[in-house]
Nanobody, 119 residues
């Protein structure tokens, strides 16, 4: 199994930046992709960005494209999400997630880290 631990959330003013990190441990060789999801109060969890572990292929939701950048360090088994030009609508709990090789969805989740951007 894979374990995920996020860090880096906090409170930042609109227009500011934050960097979220996620450290993976355990059976990291089984990781196919990693991603960041977020869940705002009263809303469903949504996919923000993802990255294929071997190829580095990335995906971004329309709402964050051009502002957020996902990256990975395979040697350290970490992934990060650089968030720039933050907006109040980015306020949410952000979750790191991993998809296993052969899996069809993200089946491993971190505990979540809160990002607050006051309006």
């Amino acid at each position: 199994q894979v374990q995920l631990v996020e860090s880096g959330g906090g409170l930042v003013q609109a227009g500011g930046s934050l960097r979220l990190s996620c450290a993976a441990s355990g059976r990291t060789a089984s990781i196919y992709a990693m991603a960041w999801f977020r869940q705002a109060p009263g809303k469903e969890r949504e996919l923000v960005s993802s990255i294929r572990w071997n190829t580095g292929h990335t995906y971004y939701a329309d709402s964050v494209r051009g502002r957020f950048t996902i990256s990975k360090d395979n040697a350290k088994n970490t992934q990060s999400l650089q968030m720039n030009s933050l907006e109040p609508d980015d306020t949410a709990v952000y979750y790191c997630a991993a998809q296993s090789i052969g899996g069809t969805n993200y089946n491993t989740w971190g505990q979540g880290t809160r990002v607050t951007v006051p309006s």
